[in-house]
């Protein structure tokens, strides 16, 4: 098994992310199993924020990660259907599907946890899994993103 990360320039376009596709279905034609981690697709974290921020001058963080972590969703779902257009069996994951669990504040979280057991039985069913970076699932259940950079 192999991971691999593509942040945001990396996947800010349907080129792109067609491109990393490629690259995916090279690995995967070689023989290799993928996890691919993956940012929001250019700009669309700072987008998303200002457009918070146009709704309310301090959004509660919360409510500002439930918002954020929708730009890693876009991208593993786009990512996994090209993957697919190109015979590739592919799946996209939240933080949520994997038990990718995290302690700490909003907005700033850490990851403490992750179900091996649940991606490994995915990643034996197929040959790629698409998973969003940048979040993960508190104890309450919440979305919480892993800070910036």
Request: overall charge positive; charged content about 15%.
């Given at each position: 098994m192999i991971v691999q990360k593509y942040g945001g320039s990396s996947v800010a376009t349907a080129g792109k992310i067609r491109s990393v596709a490629e690259k995916i279905a090279g690995r995967v034609r070689g023989g290799e199993k993928v996890v691919a981690v993956v940012s929001a697709m250019g700009k669309t974290t700072n987008s998303l924020i200002a457009l918070a921020e146009e709704v309310s001058p301090e959004p509660t963080p919360r409510e500002l990660d439930m918002l954020l972590s929708t730009g890693e969703q876009v991208t593993s779902a786009l990512l996994a259907m090209a993957l697919c257009d190109m015979g590739i069996p592919?799946?996209?994951?939240?933080?949520?599907?994997?038990?990718?669990?995290?302690?700490?504040?909003?907005?700033?979280?850490?990851?403490?946890?992750?179900?091996?057991?649940?991606?490994?039985?995915?990643?034996?069913?197929?040959?790629?899994?698409?998973?969003?970076?940048?979040?993960?699932?508190?104890?309450?259940?919440?979305?919480?993103?892993?800070?910036?950079?």
């Open positions: 592919a799946l996209s994951y939240n933080a949520f599907q994997l038990g990718l669990t995290a302690t700490g504040s909003f907005n700033n979280a850490r990851i403490t946890d992750l179900d091996i057991r649940r991606l490994m039985s995915q990643l034996n069913r197929r040959s790629v899994l698409v998973v969003t970076g940048f979040q993960g699932i508190t104890p309450d259940g919440d979305v919480a993103t892993l800070g910036r950079g």
